[in-house]
């Protein structure tokens, strides 16, 4: 940092632990399969045709028996291509599919945990579950008191998990290929975890002031910006003094 910005000065640099919640979720997911020409008629009746037919009015049209219609019909209703409805009619999710060229297999669920990070705001998702860092670091909120401000993402708009889900990086949910998660579960109650952060106490020469900086890592793309604003407020305000952070943290290395 100095050698990038000579006006900046690290004076204090230590590593801390944070609490942050972890829940297990059950992600419902649909993957595509080409449809064949039998549902692709159908389908394409229900979206295209001016006044949807009925399953014997399709029958009729195509020279069918209507029960290879109406068993067609069933199965796409259990995969949600087509609603439960008299005439053939094409729900959001078929059309979505339909653009594909697919239809939906029958759901599986896999489980996620996710991690609500209260100090940023913010929720990811995991493949796996974090375990607990050493107990040996001096705990932050000792020295820095924000308000525990639990994320609770029971109610939240599916939509709202799927983004999620795809800025953690996780696949799961790929709408260009098809790959969809349809639905979620929170499975228990948050547990705590706890995880390390690396705060540095900058100085900077030109405004002859202090900032903090919290890290998850060395690099500058690690940098926790939201948690960082948070707590200068608070240094701001002057409800956090440095002398008692530097002092007291480095009684607990």
């Known amino acids: 940092m100095e050698n990038e910005n ?30 064949n020409v039998l549902e692709e008629f159908i389908i394409r009746a229900g979206s295209e045709f001016e006044t ?23 199965t796409l209703q259990s995969l949600q291509t087509l609603s439960g409805e008299s ?11 339909y653009q594909q060229g697919t239809v939906p297999q029958p759901p599986y669920t896999v489980n996620v945990y996710a991690v609500s ?15 607990d860092v050493s107990m ?3 705990e932050l909120s000792k020295f820095i008191k924000i308000p525990d401000k639990s994320i609770d993402i029971a109610n939240w708009e599916l939509a709202k998990i799927q983004q999620i889900i ?3 990086g996780l696949s799961f949910h790929q709408p260009s290929v098809g790959k969809l998660v349809t639905g979620f579960q929170v499975l228990s109650t948050p547990k705590n ?14 405004e002859d002031k202090f ?8 690099n500058i793309e690690n940098i926790l910006k939201t948690a960082s604003q948070k707590i200068n407020s608070l240094l701001d305000k002057g409800k956090i003094a440095l002398t008692e952070l530097c002092e007291l943290s480095d009684e607990n290395k």
């Not at 390390?196 to 106490?201: I, Q, R, T």
């Not at 900032?211 to 060395?218: A, E, F, N, T, V």
């Open 166 to 168: 795809q800025d953690s």
């Open 193 to 206: 975890i706890w995880q390390s952060v690396d705060l540095l106490v900058i100085f900077h020469h030109q």
């Open 211 to 218: 900032s903090i900086q919290l890290r998850q890592g060395k």
């Open 52 to 74: 949807p037919p009925t399953p014997t009015e399709l029958a009729s049209i195509l020279g069918l028996d209507v029960v290879f219609i109406n068993n067609t019909i069933a």
């Open 136 to 138: 040996k670091l001096p």
């Open 6 to 35: 000579p006006h900046l000065s690290v004076f204090y640099a230590h590593q801390f632990r944070w609490i942050l919640s972890q829940y297990p979720v059950e992600l419902i997911i649909k993957e595509p399969r080409k449809f």
């Open 87 to 97: 005439k053939i009619k094409v729900t959001d999710e078929g059309r979505l599919f």
């Open 117 to 131: 990070n209260y100090l940023e705001g913010s929720v990811m998702f995991n493949s796996e579950s974090l375990d």
